[in-house]
């Protein structure tokens, strides 16, 4: 949701007239977009802004904009405790960035606004979108969940859908202009419809984008588990272009866990989803998230985590150390875990993850599979002649190509996979076909009339800039 975001605020300062600035120059504006979900982004906020406090002092011109869940979070005292900000705005009103830091040259005073509503959709604010080939389209904002961990509800709000009818529209404008992946994005979508009373809502968004011609892939995130209904996973293997991959976080796997957690299903709904989804699409993988040391969280509890991760045998787990939020009711909860003990069973999940993640990528040895090579993940390694993409279900992998007719950007690869490791497949023999798409013609024309196009939207990193400054 956040990248996403960001997209946007770069959408929106493009049509206001902004120019990006290239890696290694001294950009006019500094925009941060933060995350509040983890402890240490305040950390860094802060001391990513006493950095650049000099450059402030030396050119009153140059300006600083704080967005995203932290300001929402922190509101004034972002600019109490770095009065030489510019701009202070919330995760609701993005739209303003460009009207709030005009106001703020004019006027040569911070600008603080934050609502505490959403009034507009974000998803009609322009966007400059990392990819030419994969776009994310939001379906719905804020959480209706009160996970006791989670700061997201009280930063993004209560749910609120899209109508359908919109991120069709989306859809295939993004699809037009050469878009072949799009990732469905909300907080909790299945959870899609509640707003307008339509349970089956979200199966329903699915089905709709089986119909849409030149779509090759579509993926959503996150499920909630609570909210899970047969129809998607009947809509999932029933529409050709919605990926065999399903991503839903577990957090943990202790019923005692879950329940402190307020996470309103238990180990044995979860197991009993993902074994309906391996029924109707036996080539699925699926991913999740997990948190470790969440407070009470005894050894049992632990290895009861520990159990499901074996017995689950995820492609891939996103594991996280419990962070303790203040203003979440977990914060105040008896029994948090030390950081040592937090760190070994984090350290112990990694390494049985990392094994069960290395069996699941040695089953489809031999196997032939699809590759999406979209430009994120395309690299084109000449040394090696390789370029990277995904598969169907969502494995990374690294494909030989020749060089001499090389697949674009937006193309659909065949390969064998001829071995595995825990994070990627390699596919070390030429592809066995490549097929253009829609999307990579489209952007093929789009060069021939324009030139070449920067396949890779490259946004300065604060790195880049530190360097750059240091000189
Ligand atoms: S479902 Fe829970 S973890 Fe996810 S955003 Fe909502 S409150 Fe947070």
Same mark, same amino acid.
């Given at each position: 949701m956040n990248v996403h975001d960001t997209e946007r605020i770069?959408?929106?300062?493009?049509?206001?007239?902004?120019?990006?600035?290239?890696?290694?120059?001294?950009?006019?504006?500094?925009?941060?977009?933060?995350?509040?979900?983890?402890?240490?982004?305040?950390?860094?906020?802060?001391?990513?802004?006493?950095?650049?406090?000099?450059?402030?002092?030396?050119?009153?011109?140059f300006q600083i904009a704080v967005g995203g869940c932290m300001a929402q979070k922190d509101q004034d005292s972002i600019v109490k405790r770095a009065p030489y900000v510019d701009v202070v705005f919330g995760t609701h009103n993005i739209g303003s960035l460009p009207a709030l830091l005009e106001r703020a040259r004019i006027e040569e005073a911070s600008q603080v606004e934050i609502k505490e509503t959403l009034e507009h959709f974000p998803s009609t604010l322009p966007a400059r979108r990392h990819s030419a080939f994969s776009a994310w389209v939001s379906v719905s904002v804020g959480c209706n969940n009160t996970c006791t961990f989670c700061i997201v509800p009280a930063l993004r709000g209560i749910e609120k859908d899209r109508?359908?009818?919109?991120?069709?529209?989306?859809?295939?404008?993004?699809?037009?202009?050469?878009?072949?992946?799009?990732?469905?994005?909300?907080?909790?979508?299945?959870?899609?419809?509640? $707003?307008?009373? $339509?349970?089956?809502a979200f199966a329903k968004l699915l089905r709709e984008c089986g119909k849409v011609a030149g779509l090759e892939r579509v993926r959503f995130m996150s499920p909630h588990p609570r909210d899970f209904t047969d129809d998607v996973i009947a809509a999932m293997a029933e529409t050709e272009n919605v990926m065999p991959h399903l991503h839903m976080p577990l957090q943990s796997g202790s019923d005692?866990?879950?329940?402190?957690?307020?996470?309103?299903?238990?180990?044995?709904?979860?197991?009993?989803?993902?074994?309906?989804?391996?029924?109707?699409?036996?080539?699925?993988?699926?991913?999740?998230?997990?948190?470790?040391?969440?407070?009470?969280?005894?050894d049992k509890d632990f290895q009861e985590t520990m159990d499901v991760v074996t017995e689950a045998k995820f492609l891939a787990a996103y594991t996280f150390q419990y962070s303790r939020r203040p203003g979440t009711p977990a914060a105040t909860m008896p029994d948090q875990?030390?950081?040592?003990?937090?760190?070994?069973?984090?350290?112990?999940?990694?390494?049985?993850?990392?094994?069960?993640?290395?069996?699941?990528?040695?089953?489809?040895?031999?196997?032939?599979?699809?590759?999406?090579?979209?430009?994120?993940?395309?690299?084109?390694?000449?040394?090696?002649?390789?370029?990277?993409?995904?598969?169907k279900d969502f494995r990374l992998i690294h494909f030989a190509i020749d060089p001499n007719n090389a697949p674009r950007p937006g193309d659909a690869v065949i390969s064998k996979v001829t071995a595995a490791s825990p994070n990627f497949v390699l596919a070390e023999e030429l592809p066995i076909s490549i097929r253009q798409t829609a999307g990579g013609n489209a952007q093929e024309a789009r060069t021939k009339e324009a030139g070449p196009q920067p396949i890779m939207v490259g946004m300065p990193t604060l790195q880049k800039l530190k360097e750059n400054m240091a000189k």
């Open positions: 770069a959408g929106l300062l493009l049509a206001a007239g902004y120019e990006a600035a290239l890696e290694g120059s001294d950009p006019d504006l500094v925009v941060f977009n933060t995350c509040a979900v983890r402890e240490n982004a305040d950390n860094k906020l802060y001391g990513n802004l006493s950095f650049l406090a000099p450059r402030k002092k030396a050119d009153p011109n109508p359908a009818a919109d991120i069709m529209t989306e859809v295939k404008t993004l699809v037009d202009q050469g878009v072949v992946e799009i990732t469905l994005l909300g907080q909790n979508v299945n959870a899609y419809g509640v $707003d307008f009373g $339509d349970r089956q005692t866990v879950l329940q402190a957690m307020r996470r309103s299903y238990r180990r044995d709904r979860y197991m009993g989803i993902i074994e309906k989804v391996r029924a109707a699409m036996p080539d699925s993988t699926i991913t999740t998230d997990i948190i470790v040391g969440f407070p009470g969280e005894t875990i030390p950081d040592d003990v937090m760190k070994a069973r984090y350290d112990a999940l990694h390494i049985l993850q990392q094994k069960m993640s290395h069996e699941v990528n040695q089953q489809v040895i031999g196997t032939q599979q699809e590759i999406l090579v979209v430009d994120h993940e395309g690299r084109h390694d000449s040394e090696r002649a390789r370029m990277s993409g995904r598969t």
